[in-house]
């Protein structure tokens, strides 16, 4: 079956970095659009990042817009989510998700058939 895993989360200063990671199996990665969302508590799943299949289109929420980077090795299967200059309002869990329904992926959580089961980033002093 299909499985997507995250790595990478943790509790990190304001400022610093972190590279969160997404290791699919059970599809042929190379054909899906990688997504990442992130949820605070008591909030809804918001977008973050998304690839569109071959890497060449890549879209980012206006908050994180110039500090985080998503780029994907679809010769291993993974996609990451490079998090630069992290500020408390980014803590939350972050999720991939991969859809094999669209080249370019979606804003909308909706348009994602796969999901992992995410991982922390926590922002604090």
């Known amino acids: 079956q299909v499985q997507l895993v995250e790595s990478g989360g943790g509790l990190v200063q304001p400022g610093g970095s972190l590279q969160l990671s997404c290791v699919a199996s059970?599809?042929?990665?190379?054909?899906?659009?990688m997504g990442w969302f992130r949820q605070a508590p008591g909030k809804e799943r918001d977008f973050v990042a998304r690839?569109?299949?071959?890497?060449?289109?890549?879209d980012y929420a206006d908050s994180v817009k110039g500090r985080f980077t998503i780029s994907r090795d679809n010769a291993k299967n993974t996609v990451y989510l490079q998090v630069n200059s992290l500020k408390p309002e980014d803590t939350g869990v972050y999720y991939c998700?991969?859809?094999?329904?669209?080249?370019?992926?979606?804003?909308?959580?909706?348009?994602?058939?796969?999901w992992g089961q995410g991982t922390q980033v926590t922002v604090s002093s």
């Open positions: 998700a991969a859809t094999p329904s669209s080249v370019y992926g979606s804003r909308s959580p909706n348009s994602y058939a796969y």
């Open positions: 059970g599809l042929t990665f190379s054909t899906n659009a």
């Open positions: 690839i569109s299949r071959a890497g060449g289109f890549i």
